[in-house]
């Protein structure tokens, strides 16, 4: 299986001007040092003796590649408790396909978003929240404009300082779009 956050439903936090507490102190960032993936590695059928892996997939995105041509920016994944007999290939052509879409041009993120304790303590790690920060003055480098259009991020880190009470959280794109409806069958 693969750790994934909620799907986006009624329930979600919105994060605005209204609970993050320091607007001026962060921006959207894009890196290829950090969130950028173009090969996803699955290693699986680990040897019980041996204490190696038998099988392996590699999946790359050439598009990636191609628009940055930075070589080989691999993320290896060691998936001890797949099996070939246990439909393994199914499950990680599925999961490299996702983390592909969502890292092949590197994800962008922000770290350090302060936010009210009433709203900042029920966020866990793996939730996905919705960034509206259209009057936060941040630059949308999705669609090179001024003007931020809000969307969905997921929650990668998260600090409580238990004196002051103030919550950091670190975000990071998670690829949904706004317009879609998404749901469990």
Known sequence: GYTTGPLPGAEIKTLDETNITNPDKFSIRRSLAKNFFNTIVYK???????DKFLSGVITTDAT????????????????????????????????A??????????AEYLEGVELLWKDGFAIEIGDVVYLDAS??????TNNSTRTFVPRYFEVQNKSIDVKTGKIKIN????????SNRYCLV
């Open 44 to 50: 699986f059928d680990k040897d019980a003796l041996d």
């Open 64 to 95: 990636s590649k191609t628009q940055i041509p930075v070589g080989n920016k691999t993320f290896i994944i060691e998936a001890d408790g797949m099996r070939t007999s246990l439909a393994a290939l199914s499950l990680i052509t599925v999961n």
């Open 97 to 106: 396909r996702r983390r592909l879409d969502r890292y092949k041009y590197a």
């Open 135 to 140: 009057s936060l003055h941040v630059s949308d």
């Open 171 to 178: 975000l990071v794109d998670t690829r949904y779009s706004t």
